[in-house]
């Protein structure tokens, strides 16, 4: 093992975990309320096994090749799996065969084909609605209008398959990310009213994980603060 790359990561998931119990002793919250899932694509499945030797449990991808080849790599460690980015249908086969969180879940056709393929892999998948922060032309960043996620929620309730675990959404560019995550919150909290044990707020990267945590998040999605900058993705 490549004992540079190992002290960087360690020295990033130190200082993350610092911000992390400053910003919930400042919000007046337990530590062990908050998970840590390092988000490690672009990066080679040699970090996930060092990050997994740090302790931590949960990993984050948000492309299916690219997860489907590190799973595979790293099945031997017992991590659990988060799918993060937008998913496309004819991905859901490879995506339900190894991930045990599927964050992205933005339409019914979506929550359609998970449970059809979770049934058949006899898998049983936790989605999280991803809520559109950013007004109805979504500041880009992907998720459902507001309004429309207690329906979505009724369906992946009711979906064989898949246990409904709560909300995820990135802040939107421009905005205050304090403000956008309290309007998750508050989705959240109508989900929870409906499905209590739909607790789950995925919420927080690295650029603004105290203000998620001032805003109820239970997980944060950390790539940059414990890996370092990522490539510039070339088309
Ligand atoms: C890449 C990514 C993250 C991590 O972002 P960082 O700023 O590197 O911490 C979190 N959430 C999603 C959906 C991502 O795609």
Redesign the pocket.
Known sequence: MDDARRDEIAAGLAEVEQRVEQACREAGRARSDITIIA?T?TYPASDVRVLAGLGVADI?E?RDQEAAGKAAECSDLGLTWHF??QLQTNKVRSVVSYADVVHSVDRFRLVDALSREAVRQERQVGCLIQVGLGGPEGGGRGGVDPAEVLPLAEALNRADGLTLRGVMA?APLGEDPGEAFARLYSVAQAVQKEHPAADVISAG???DMAQAIANGATHL?????LLGRRKPFVR
């Open positions: 988000v694509k984050g948000n993060i980015g990135v990267m690295s650029g999605r950390v790539g940059t603060a």
